[in-house]
């Protein structure tokens, strides 16, 4: 063993995970000590005072109503912010940022979600959703929109040969950048790391808000200076709805409304209780709250015949690059207490308590709110922007999620004349048009037939 890394270890408390080491071969040793030159040991010990003071209280939160802005807002001059969004991604400033690193549990899927099919005529997958809307937002806007892919060290080799083999979906292979988010080790109520074999210690994934640290150390927030890139448009890969380049949304994040660090899209909640994060001011700050933070009654306030915390998150936002640079280690740490099998060093047993065990870090996107100075919120139209795919079945499953894809893609035909009977099954490929507007410039039937099932 390194000496540098046997001081750390004494440093930290953690000499336990030496525990084994006479016992291992020289090929379990190797791979314990790269382990152990991976962790950075000054962050664990940020991690264990934050695990050591974390506060379990039931108090309410401190909150209040935030402010949004809606697209139904008649006064606001929707064109000339649309334009002025236009007009910065032909200036090549826009590129797309998506979280894929997550494991998916929910929805029990084998590959990476982005693989799921889950479009409801072609099954086209979550990746391809997103990978046809740059590309057809590159040629319409004439101009590069580079995509940075969040993975994990599980799904990254599996990911990059995914789109590789899908010919990137018609993207420029150079215009991609994949790069793995970090991982954390867990610690127990005493503040050690856990061996889950004994030449291998136990470490999560750091969140989706992991993807601020990783931006920066995997040199993509470089890459897009040298681009000229300024705004990152951020989307999870597991809402097919989402409109991945927004001009209006990103003319009004760079108005003088904002200060251009961070903006937000909301919906209208679909029922007081409905599990999103929910849009709140802390002090002056506008933040996201997790639904289960919040008490029953701040879930259920009513603020003249409305629900007071009506704006549910859709995790769709705009960041600056110069923002990012400036925060990419501030972002605050979360514990959650799980049970984690792993191996007792007293014992030599394994422990597979269903217990909560050991303390897991991680880190939320959302969290970057409240450090911009002035975040906008745009409340959008849930049918127009939001079908989450987050579980096997019921709510948020593909099967709703496809439901809502059809109902927009009959929305849109209709509205361009179309005749749509209720029994047909409709797609429209994110390759063909964005909107109404661009489904309005190209040939279309005039009815599609009972029963059909059409992809257009
Ligand atoms: P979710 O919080 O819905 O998690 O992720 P998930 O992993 O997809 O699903 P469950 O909770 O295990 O069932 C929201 C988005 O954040 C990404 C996901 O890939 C998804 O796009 N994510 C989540 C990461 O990139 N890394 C993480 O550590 C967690």
């Not at 379990?28 to 000054?42: G, N, P, V």
């Not at 015949?305 to 990419?328: M, R, W």
Request: contains cysteine.
């Amino acid at each position: 063993m390194l000496p540098s890394i046997e001081q750390q270890l004494i440093r930290s408390g953690q000499e336990h995970l030496l525990h084994y080491w006479d016992e291992l071969d020289s090929k379990s040793k190797a791979k314990l000590q790269e382990q152990l030159e991976t962790i950075d040991f000054d962050l664990f010990r940020h991690l264990v005072e934050v695990m050591r003071n974390r506060e379990e209280t039931t108090a309410a939160p401190e909150i209040s109503p935030c402010p949004f802005t809606s697209l139904d807002d008649p006064t606001a001059d929707w064109d000339a912010l649309k334009q002025a969004g236009e007009a910065l991604i032909r200036q090549g400033k826009i590129g797309v940022l998506t979280v894929a690193g997550g494991q998916g549990t929910r929805l029990g899927w084998s590959g990476p979600k982005g693989t799921f099919p889950a479009t409801p005529v072609t099954g086209k997958s979550l990746f391809q959703i997103i990978a046809e809307q740059i590309l057809f937002a590159s040629q319409k806007y004439g101009v590069k929109i580079p995509w940075y892919i969040m993975t994990s060290v599980e799904n990254d080799q599996i990911t990059r040969s995914f789109l590789l083999d899908n010919n990137c979906f018609g993207l420029d292979r150079t215009d991609i950048f994949i790069f793995p988010q970090g991982v954390v080790p867990a610690v127990d109520a005493n503040g050690k790391m856990l061996l889950v074999e004994k030449d291998q210690i136990f470490m999560n994934p750091d969140g989706h808000g992991g993807v601020i640290a990783a931006l920066k150390s995997s040199g993509a927030l470089e890459e897009m200076a040298s681009r000229g890139v300024e705004q990152l448009a951020y989307v999870q890969v597991d809402n097919p709805l989402v409109k991945v380049v927004d001009p209006t949304f990103l003319g009004l994040h760079c108005s003088d409304q904002s200060s251009g660090e961070v903006s937000s899209k909301c919906v209208l909640k679909s029922d007081p209780d409905e599990r999103v994060g929910v849009f709140c001011n802390r002090g002056e700050a506008t933040s996201i709250i997790e639904y289960s933070d919040m008490t029953s009654e701040q879930t259920h306030e009513m603020i003249d015949g409305k629900l007071a915390y009506c704006c549910g998150s859709i995790a769709a936002h705009l960041f600056s690059i110069s923002f990012i640079e400036n925060v990419a280690n501030d972002l605050p740490w979360h514990v959650a207490h799980k049970a984690v099998q792993h191996v007792d060093v007293s014992t030599g047993d394994t422990s597979v308590s269903e217990e909560p065990n050991a303390y897991k870090f991680e880190r939320f996107v959302f969290d970057l709110l409240p450090l911009a100075s002035n975040s906008i919120v745009l409340q959008t139209k849930r049918e127009e922007e939001f079908a989450p795919i987050k579980n096997a079945q019921g709510n948020d499953s593909a099967q709703t999620s496809m439901k809502l894809q059809r109902e927009r893609a009959v929305t849109w035909l209709r509205a361009c004349g179309v005749e749509v009977p209720e029994d047909a099954m409709v797609e429209i490929s994110a390759t063909t048009a964005d909107s109404i507007e661009d489904l309005g410039k190209i040939e279309l039937p005039t009815e599609i037939l009972a029963g059909e099932i059409i992809s257009i």
